[in-house]
Each structure stands twice: as C-alpha cells, then as structure tokens.
C-alpha cells in the first residue's frame, strides 16, 4: 500500500496532497512550489489586476517578440477547440449587441458604408448608439 505524500500550503496552511502543487525544476531536480495551486492562481490574479497597465506592456512587448510563436499557439488551440472558441464568439457577439459595445457599432457602421473601423470617430459611436436605442424603444412601443 503506497502513502500518498502531502505538503502544506505556505499561504493557506492547509495540508493538501502534492498533485495540489506546481511543479518546479531546479538544479537538476523537481521541486514543489510552496503554495498551492489555488493559492498561486488567487495570488497571480491578484497581482495582474493590481499591475494591469504593467501586465498590459509585459504582454504586448512579448507579442511583439514572439509572433509567429503566438500566432501558431492560438492556430492550434482555435484548431483543438473549435466548438468551445465558437460557442465564446457566439456569447460575446450577443452581449455586444445587446448592450450595444463600441465594436458592435463599429462592425455595424462598417458593414453599411466605406468607413473602416479604424477610420470612425467615438461621436459618431455614440451618435449610432443612441440611434438604434431609439429605434429599439420604437420597436417596443409597436409591437
């Protein structure tokens, strides 16, 4: 009968098994980080939403260098999960027109005019915005 190994948790002090931690290599051997996977992913989001302009630049700066890389990740992962990445789309595309974001007017102006989306300014968002509110409160009140 084997025992299975635990580890307690630096940041919560919970003694969890050691498949609850990341796995490190240093210096030739592994080693187990000292918080647990869910402590470390609390303390990373904490940290990206306490530094977003800082992660923002980090990321874009690593796109810039590592391209193709990138590129041919996302390509792989879109391939792998193509009903997952679909379905988000679809989620997405629905919250914009309901709530009427930016680049759902933005696609909506294009669509009907020579305009590209770089091209249109916010007034003219907002203009549009409150155009199709109006239209939707018609829509409303006619049926």
């Given amino acids: 009968m084997q025992v299975e190994e635990t580890k307690t948790c630096s940041k919560c002090s919970e003694a969890k098994s050691l498949g609850e931690y990341y796995l490190i290599h240093r210096r030739g051997r592994d080693e187990y980080r000292p ?48 009903y997952a990445v679909r379905s988000k789309n679809r989620k997405h595309h629905e919250l914009s027109r309901i709530e009427l974001r930016d680049d759902y007017i933005k696609d909506l102006l294009c669509k009907h005019s020579i305009l590209v989306n770089a091209d249109i300014p916010a007034e003219l968002i907002s203009l549009h915005r409150e155009q199709l509110k109006i239209a939707r409160i018609l829509r409303k009140l006619s049926a």
């Fill in 35 to 82: 918080m647990c996977k869910a402590c470390e992913r609390l303390a990373t989001s904490k940290y990206q939403k306490a530094n977003r302009d800082k992660m923002r630049i980090k990321n874009k700066t690593y796109r810039q260098l590592n391209g193709a890389k990138v590129r041919l990740w996302e390509k792989k992962y879109r391939d792998a999960n193509r």
